[in-house]
């Protein structure tokens, strides 16, 4: 069985997430999917509108996942690869190179993102109708 993992918020779900999670189950049988806790996304600064537990609920209902574990920091990457016997290790083309150090241990794919979609355009869109 050819194991996949990935990581990221997953706040806000849409397409692009859809997308990133099958084109990633497409590699292999069976993905994983660590979400950022929220602990850890304080850490980065970042604020997800839902908090961990419904992201948790949200992706795990996604038939193209098999696990989600958390996120709690940058380090856990390499553990979690040998953890779970990973093969292959997915992100989006915006990482591009940031994981390359996992290539000893895993194949890692970065994958495009979906064009014009993005959480972040969400929150400011909707932010900007709320000041209207």
């Known amino acids: 069985m050819k194991k996949v ?18 084109r990633a189950k497409d590699l292999g049988d069976y993905l994983i999917v660590a979400i950022s806790t929220d602990q850890f996304n304080a850490l980065k600064n970042k604020e997800a509108y839902h908090d961990y537990e419904s992201r948790k609920l949200i992706v795990e ?30 992100m989006g083309d915006d990482w591009e190179g ?29 932010f900007k109708n709320e000041s209207l």
């Not at 993992?5 to 859809?18: E, M, P, Q, R, S």
């Not at 709690?72 to 390499?78: C, F, T, V």
Request: net charge negative.
């Open 5 to 22: 993992i990935t990581y990221g918020t997953f706040d806000l779900l849409h397409k692009g997430h859809i997308n990133l999670l099958k």
């Open 61 to 90: 209902a996604i038939r193209y996942v098999d696990k989600v574990i958390p996120e709690k920091d940058w380090e856990q990457k390499l553990a979690d690869v040998s953890k779970y016997n990973v093969d292959i290790f997915v």
């Open 98 to 126: 940031e994981f390359d150090f996992l290539k000893e241990s895993c194949e890692v794919v970065y994958l495009p993102r979906t064009s014009g979609i993005s959480t972040s355009k969400i929150k400011s869109e909707l």
